[in-house]
């Protein structure tokens, strides 16, 4: 709309690394995974009740399934409320391998330290599991091999994409006012994945704050509340009770919500109509 140009910004460190070695849907994304329930899921390196675009419908559909095998470097809620089998998996940290950033830069690295106990690299749990059900393709013996098969040493990619990854251009829907109270749902730096969450330095810092829930003197007004005040958030089936907070940028008829925190994990949508009302 305005004749400007700009790239993307990845959704994770290693997104295009992902794109790169097809780690893709070849049917159901995770969102139709859950919505559409399985009668088994493997878990790898995922806090459903904290990671998922829905946390209440992942944790229904795990709850029901047969088997639920978790794959994580921590003892976490799936082992107390959904797990059938954990297999201990060492963190990115204790591990050789390969990210590739936005850029289409290719960069290797090794692991700082020896897995801790018993546990192993995720990709030799998996060519292990893979071999125990007689799959082909998991002979791997080192992760310069899996890369190797991922990112050829030869070709256009061999020394790195050079921005050959098109991203291609997209016309931006404008979003129309639905006069409901839509929450906006980020993730703050702080709650994004396993390892910061349990980092106690970083759990002290202004940007681990609890969430709020954010909106607009104008918004407030409308909704009878104040700053500060005690509500009462209500998405679908969930609730959690949260404090108002002013932020003149969030637009009217909006309410920025946080994802990926236990006291939101039992809302549902991180994008998708609110209620908000005195707790």
Not at 64 to 83: H, I, T
Request: net charge negative.
């Amino acid at each position: 709309l305005l004749g400007a140009r700009f790239g993307f910004i990845c959704e994770a460190a290693n997104s295009v690394g992902g794109y790169l070695a097809e780690a893709l849907p070849s049917g159901l994304n995770a969102y139709e995974m859950f919505s559409q329930p399985r009668k088994a899921y493997l878990l790898f390196g995922v806090e459903p009740e904290l990671d998922c675009y829905n946390p209440q419908l992942a944790k229904n559909a795990l709850k029901q399934a047969s088997l639920v095998v978790s794959m994580s470097p921590f003892k976490n809620q799936a082992a107390f409320e959904y797990a059938d089998v954990l297999l201990p998996i060492s963190p990115f940290t204790e591990t050789s391998g390969t990210f590739v950033n936005a850029e289409g830069r290719v960069q290797s690295f090794s692991g700082v330290v020896r897995p801790l106990g018993d546990t192993r690299p995720g990709w030799k749990v998996l060519r292990v599991v893979g071999n125990l059900l007689g799959l082909a393709g998991f002979d791997y013996e080192s992760s310069e091999q899996v890369r190797g098969e991922a990112l050829p040493s030869s070709g256009p990619f061999a020394d790195g994409l050079d921005n050959a990854i098109d991203d291609g251009v997209f016309s931006p829907a404008l979003v129309k006012p639905v006069g409901e109270l839509q929450r906006v749902a980020p993730v703050p730096i702080y709650f994004s994945d396993s390892l910061v969450r349990r980092a106690a330095s970083l759990q002290m810092t202004k940007d681990s704050a609890s969430p709020t829930v954010r909106m607009s003197m104008d918004t407030v007004t409308k909704l009878g509340l104040a700053d500060g005040m005690l509500v009462r958030v209500t998405q679908h089936e969930g609730q959690a009770n949260l404090e108002v907070e002013l932020d003149e940028t969030v637009p009217v008829g909006c309410a920025i919500v946080a994802a990926g925190h236990p006291s939101t994990a039992s809302l549902g949508d991180m994008f998708g109509a609110i209620s908000v009302e005195r707790a």
